[in-house]
């Protein structure tokens, strides 16, 4: 390898067809050589020095009539990357490879930046982390019209943020240039969802430039995907704007997997308000008559809506009815789904601030039931409303006086009850220290028996107790 090297850093190599030939001819044998006997971990140092040498020279060059191309020393470093980047998966090899193929990027060929950036795609994949020490110097090829290279992006982003926060306006707004090709923007649109996952406030100010891609089939599951990442990290609020871009799209969408993609994110969107309830409740209603099988997904969306804005769903009610029940999950969610409409319907929103706790009893002393009215009217209600079931009832016909009347009896039953109570404690306790003193005085014996057989109350007990030890003293 040292004698190729001396011989393609001649001044005159570039004119010299003799010298170029037999470089080629050399070099094509000895990366055989390697191939064959799979020795490349040994002399990949000794070509990545080669290579390193080679990319000293001009790589490109002018000819009479204008046209650039390629010199003889970008055929060498072409054979020589395409020789170490065969065994990218090696890490080995490529720790001693990418910082000279880094280089090779900035060298003014245009065949020999398309083949490197090919080749740090496929490596990419086996050394995310050893690429992304250099996302700074990829970042600048990107932004210097070497889109391709973004498709290596993704992969080096979790190992190396920092700079790809820093320029993620610049990189985004190759969404727009017309350079780019598809699979180019799927490539932005997978890096935008990742800093969505990593920090969504990053793009809250970008999302209108996501718009436009809701219309592109290839792109708009890809946005759809940024948008779940920020519904799932609370950022629901910044999609409000965008909800009529995602109802043109949804009206666009033939894809069934899409279509209940988009009938999650505009429920969850329509819990934000009154107002985009019911604009969400009408175009979910829409999509199930289109989405037979993704019928149960809007359904559930739809009791999410109903549990937190009802009364955008009653005017539904009847759609609701007509859906045929045959499913057991279908038939429980469209009763959910009535019992929460009707219910916001009978009790606006307002009331459940106000909804306090009421102990009431009839006229015939029965109790009546002591839920809530906060309780009853639970925003998640998993069974139709029965009619015939306990209520509760609040009799207003009542005067105060009577109130304070029942109040002051029930206390004195209390009282009395308290009294009673304590009365049987004492005598309890005089029971165990009569028979107990008894057993030690003969002259008590008496006194037991009459204990033992006594019906009389315990205060007549208590006294008759006390007159008879006063006798035996």
Do not use: W
């Amino acid at each position: 390898m040292a004698k190729i090297k001396s011989i393609f850093n001649a001044p005159d190599y570039c004119h010299n067809a003799n010298d170029q030939s037999v470089v080629e001819i050399v070099l094509a044998r000895i990366t055989a050589a390697i191939r064959e006997m799979n020795s490349i971990e040994t002399y990949a140092p000794a070509l990545v020095d080669t290579l390193g040498s080679c990319l000293s020279h001009e790589m490109t060059t002018t000819d009479l009539s204008g046209v650039i191309m390629n010199t003889p020393h970008c055929k060498i470093a072409c054979e020589l990357l395409n020789s170490l980047f065969l065994h990218y998966s090696k890490k080995s090899v490529m720790t001693v490879t990418v910082p000279t193929a880094i280089r090779a990027l900035s060298c003014g060929s245009d065949e020999l930046t398309r083949n490197t950036t090919g080749y740090l795609s496929l490596a990419a994949i086996h050394n995310g982390r050893l690429l992304a020490q250099y996302s700074l110097q990829i970042i600048t090829n990107i932004l210097s019209g070497n889109f391709s290279l973004v498709r290596v992006i993704p992969q080096l982003y979790p190992e190396n943020r920092e700079p790809f926060h820093a320029h993620f306006p610049q990189i985004l707004k190759l969404l727009q240039n017309e350079q780019t090709d598809q699979s180019e923007r799927l490539s932005i649109l997978q890096f935008t969802s990742m800093v969505a996952n990593a920090n969504p406030d990053l793009i809250l100010k970008h999302l209108d430039d996501l718009d436009i891609f809701l219309f592109h089939p290839p792109t708009r599951t890809a946005v759809l995907h940024i948008f779940l990442s920020l519904i799932s990290l609370n950022r629901t609020f910044a999609l409000v704007p965008h909800l009529d871009a995602l109802r043109r799209a949804a009206k666009a969408a033939d894809s069934d997997n899409t279509l209940a993609i988009m009938a999650k994110i505009i429920g969850v969107i329509g819990r934000n308000d009154s107002n985009t309830a019911h604009i969400a409740v009408d175009d979910l209603i829409t999509m199930s008559c289109r989405l037979s099988g993704s019928l149960p997904t809007i359904l559930k969306e739809i009791e999410g809506v109903a549990e937190c804005f009802p009364a955008a769903v009653y005017p539904h009610l009847a759609f609701i009815r007509s859906i045929p029940e045959t499913l057991p999950s279908t038939s429980a969610v469209c009763a959910r789904i009535r019992a929460l409409s009707r219910n916001g319907y009978l009790y606006p929103a307002g009331c459940h601030d106000d909804a306090t706790v009421v102990n009431v009893a009839g006229s015939t002393g029965v109790e009546h039931s002591d839920d809530s009215l906060v309780s009853k009217l639970s925003s998640k209600i998993d069974a139709p409303i029965i009619s015939s079931g306990v209520r509760t009832t609040v009799n207003i016909s009542d005067s105060a006086e009577f109130s304070a009347q029942e109040l002051d009896k029930n206390t004195e039953n209390l009282a009395n009850a308290y009294m009673c109570s304590r009365l049987r404690s004492s005598c309890s306790l005089i029971n165990q220290t009569s028979r107990s003193y008894g057993s030690l005085n003969p002259y008590i014996e008496n006194i037991a028996a009459n204990e033992t057989t006594s019906r009389d109350s315990p205060l007549s007990i208590m006294s008759s107790q006390s007159n008879r030890r006063c006798d035996g003293v």
